[in-house]
């Protein structure tokens, strides 16, 4: 079964730290750009950060650019996503997804012809 399983999240405080991890099973990332997206409650999906197929692209979303870092190891299937400085208004369930080829920019952060979704992983933060 081909997916993405996103780990990592949970209970922070503002000024915290989360690493957010991306695993693929039944394929290979070594294909694909790879990015996150959010959606807070009540707000529309964004996209936070993409990386391409051999890292050297990253585009952030200006939200998070500065306090966010988008990385990816291939040999371990797996993408991260290093949140530093965390805000309240980063409060939201992140989701990691794929899509075939080394689009990274504006495209993919409006979410046009993904592949593959992971189903997130729920990230607060709060004092």
């Known amino acids: 079964q081909l997916q993405l399983v996103e780990s990592g999240g949970g209970l922070v405080q503002p000024g915290g730290s989360l690493r957010l991890s991306c695993a693929a099973s039944?394929?290979?990332?070594?294909?694909?750009?790879i990015g996150w997206f959010r959606r807070a409650p009540g707000k529309e999906r964004e996209g936070v950060s993409c990386i391409s197929r051999s890292g050297l692209t990253k585009v952030y979303a200006d939200s998070v650019k500065g306090r966010f870092t988008i990385s990816r190891d291939n040999a371990k299937n797996t993408v991260y996503l290093q949140m530093n400085s965390l805000k309240p208004e980063d409060t939201a369930v992140y989701y990691c997804a794929a899509v075939t080829g080394s689009g990274c920019g504006g495209a993919f952060l409006r979410g046009e012809n993904i592949d593959y979704w992971g189903k997130g992983t729920l990230v607060t933060v709060s004092s």
């Open positions: 039944g394929f290979t990332l070594d294909y694909y750009t």
